[in-house]
């Protein structure tokens, strides 16, 4: 099967909003989760927002809890990550990954397969 794809990645001012997209394979089985991954330099790798596998559970980071939401397009295999209120700290490269899940209903890291990543340049 194929890989994840992101896109919607970009250079937004503090307070912005930006909205990632990722496609992942309509092959995958709907007991995948697909989750949100970032990495910033200096920084631990940190999972963003998931949801679970058959739909079961979301996911949220205390430090994008009221500013990002995650949803699934009307077709299923388009999963979107709105984020608001962007500050400097939500600098990052955003990976989306696909695979089995855990009870955080985010893909286990080590397992998932993961997207190229895109861009998320927060600054004034």
């Known amino acids: 099967q194929g890989k994840p794809v992101e896109s919607g990645g970009g250079l937004v001012q503090p307070g912005g909003s930006l909205r990632l997209s990722c496609v992942v394979p309509?092959?995958?089985?709907?007991?995948?989760?697909i989750g949100w991954f970032r990495r910033a330099p200096g920084k631990d790798q940190e999972g963003v927002s998931c949801?679970?596998?058959?739909?079961?559970?979301?996911y949220y980071a205390p430090s994008v809890k009221g500013r990002f939401t995650i949803a699934r397009a009307d077709a299923k295999n388009t999963v979107y990550l709105q984020m608001n209120s962007l500050q400097p700290e939500d600098t990052a490269v955003y990976y989306c990954?696909?695979?089995?899940?855990?009870?955080?209903?985010?893909?286990?890291?080590?397992?998932?397969?993961w997207g190229q990543g895109t861009q998320v340049t927060v600054s004034a």
């Open positions: 990954t696909m695979g089995v899940g855990g009870a955080t209903h985010c893909p286990y890291p080590s397992l998932a397969d």
């Open positions: 949801i679970g596998g058959n739909d079961r559970g979301l």
């Open positions: 309509d092959t995958i089985p709907d007991y995948y989760a």
